[in-house]
């Protein structure tokens, strides 16, 4: 799959949304990518996914678990799992928590991981997530996302795939250009973000 065919999919599925959002990391864009309006197609879902699975199997080889940073990252993670023969698990927060895996799952000794994420913006959820596995006895051999829109410069501490780069403007509160800063803020994301 090309980075255009994947660019296609978010356009036809609408999800290439413009306005004035706050991300995850706390920075504003006037573009956000809603990988939701992916997610509830599953026939999309499967394209895309088995593409970065191919992907991570070229670049990391076996893969036995892959572990992902709900929200965004359930849907994508157990679907690409599907697709390279693997278990998913995911990492979930407490409300303004940090990451942890619950609910029985573990990373054992001997098995190999991947971090799937749906979008990169600044790395910060992929480094969190990969913090948050710290103590488990199984090795974490790379990261992987459908998009990574930080231009190449996301920091996870692991080797990343992705289907598409993009370099797609994000900006600090204090620092809005003003067509942005003249829209209404929305926050689309599971993350709290404390305010002012
Ligand atoms: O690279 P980053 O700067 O961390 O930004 C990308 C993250 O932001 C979104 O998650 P969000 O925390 O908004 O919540 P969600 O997964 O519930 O959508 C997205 O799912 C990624 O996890
Ligand atoms: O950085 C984010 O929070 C983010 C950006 C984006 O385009 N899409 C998304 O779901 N999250
Ligand atoms: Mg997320």
Redesign the pocket.
Known sequence: MSPDDVLAEFRDAGALLEGHFV???G?HSGVFLQ??AIFSDPVRTERLCRALAQSIAERFGRIDIVVS?????IVPGYETARHLGARAVFVERDPGGPFSLRRGFSIPAGTRAVIV????????????CLASLRGEAGEIVGAA?LID??GGR?EIGLPLVTLVTLDIPAYPADALPPELAALPAV?????LIPTA
Do not use: Y
């Not at 926050?187 to 993350?191: E, F, I, T, V």
């Open positions: 991300l995850s990391s920075l990988k939701m940073p709900a929200i965004g990252g994420e749906d979008i990169v913006t600044t790395g910060l959820s992929a480094r969190e996302c829109r930080s996301g926050k689309p994301g599971s993350r």
